[in-house]
């Protein structure tokens, strides 16, 4: 399998992408959370399952994205 520079290029724009969208819902979670704490909860559901949702937060994106980066833009490129 060749490694085509479209798809280097591709991968890098998702990882990017997937970096922001990573940081966007890492703030949510934690707003969500803090909101919880200040109304008198204990965090709820974003407390409980801290490390599991946050690893799936980080996967999905930061794994994923570069992956669909690749793929769509060897597509375009027509390798």
Same mark, same amino acid.
């Given at each position: 399998?060749?490694?085509?520079? !479209?798809?280097?290029?591709?991968? !890098?724009?998702? @990882?990017?992408?997937?970096? @922001?969208?990573?940081?966007?819902?890492?703030?949510? @979670?934690?707003?969500?959370?803090?909101?919880?704490?200040?109304?008198?909860?204990?965090?709820?559901?974003?407390?409980?399952?801290? !490390?599991?949702?946050?690893?799936?937060?980080?996967?999905?994106?930061?794994?994923?994205?570069?992956?669909?980066?690749?793929? !769509?833009?060897?597509?375009?490129?027509? @390798?």
């Amino acid at each position: 399998m060749e490694v085509s520079i !479209a798809g280097v290029i591709g991968a !890098a724009v998702g @990882l990017y992408i997937g970096w @922001l969208d990573w940081k966007i819902l890492k703030g949510m @979670l934690q707003a969500y959370e803090m909101k919880n704490r200040q109304q008198g909860g204990d965090g709820g559901t974003a407390a409980k399952y801290r !490390a599991p949702i946050g690893a799936v937060i980080f996967g999905v994106p930061v794994i994923g994205f570069p992956v669909i980066g690749y793929w !769509a833009a060897s597509q375009l490129a027509g @390798l």
